[in-house]
């Protein structure tokens, strides 16, 4: 079965440093990975999505991941953090074949003023 | 936008009640998801269906929760009895298969308090 780990329950950073929140998978057959992310009292929101193709994958607010399959990675990294990125990232995972859409267990990114 | 929208948002209930849950999915999805979100647990998947039919419906307690959708434009979750450890958020999310171009859209959720 895919699962998705994310490395990091709590990260933080400066306020306009480099954002890096650590996603490694497990699949057997190439998967389709997502980043989510959630504020305070609200539902999930998608970031972005890698299926196939170009393995740099450029989302909302900034956010990128780059899918290495040597390393099962899908890091997701913003070059300046803003106070307002201040959330809990999800990444999530679905292998082919199977619709089931597994999430990691989040972490929670704080910017330092 | 386009929007998944979950009722009722907040639900308290006493044990051994009886809770429906519902979603209205976007229309023209038809892959739905129901997640529950708990601090211990993290983000569960508990039942998804492709075309109103279940897929899979394993990470439900089968003696307390039923999840139905009675037509395209309504998802229920239901439990009964409830009970104090049924305490959480749920979401429903829905998508074409495997997101499609613009992944899976999730409802703002139903925060589930059990007394």
């Known amino acids: 079965a895919q699962s998705v780990t994310q490395l990091g329950s709590h990260v933080s950073v400066s306020e306009g440093a480099l954002v890096l929140l650590r996603c490694n998978y497990s699949?057997?057959?190439?998967?389709?990975l997502f980043w989510y992310v959630q504020y305070p009292n609200q539902g999930l929101q998608l970031l972005l999505k890698?299926?196939?193709?170009?393995?740099l994958v450029k989302g909302i607010n900034g956010f990128e991941a780059e899918f290495k399959k040597s390393e099962t990675s899908f890091h997701l990294t913003k070059p300046s953090a803003h106070m307002s990125d201040a959330a809990e990232y999800f990444c999530?995972?679905?292998?082919?074949?199977?619709?089931?859409?597994?999430f990691g267990t989040g972490t929670r990114l704080t910017i330092i003023p | 936008d386009a929007r998944v929208t979950q009722t009722p948002r907040h639900k308290v209930t006493e044990m051994g009640q009886e809770v429906t849950m519902r979603c209205q999915p976007i229309?023209?999805?038809?892959?739905v998801f129901w997640y529950r979100q708990t601090m211990m647990q993290g983000l569960e998947l508990l039942a998804y269906?492709?075309?109103?039919?279940?897929?899979?419906d394993s990470g439900m307690p089968k003696d307390r929760f039923s999840a139905e959708m009675p037509d395209a434009t309504l998802a229920t979750l239901k439990i009964q009895p409830s009970e104090p450890r049924d305490s959480a958020v749920y979401f429903c999310?829905?998508?074409?298969?495997?997101?499609?171009?613009?992944?899976?859209?999730f409802g703002s959720g139903t925060r589930l308090t059990v007394v």
């Open positions: 269906f492709r075309n109103r039919a279940p897929l899979d």
């Open positions: 890698y299926t196939t193709g170009a393995t």
């Open positions: 699949s057997s057959v190439p998967p389709y």
């Open positions: 229309l023209g999805h038809n892959t």
């Open positions: 999310a829905s998508g074409l298969p495997r997101g499609g171009a613009n992944g899976y859209t």
């Open positions: 999530a995972v679905i292998s082919f074949g199977n619709e089931k859409l597994t």
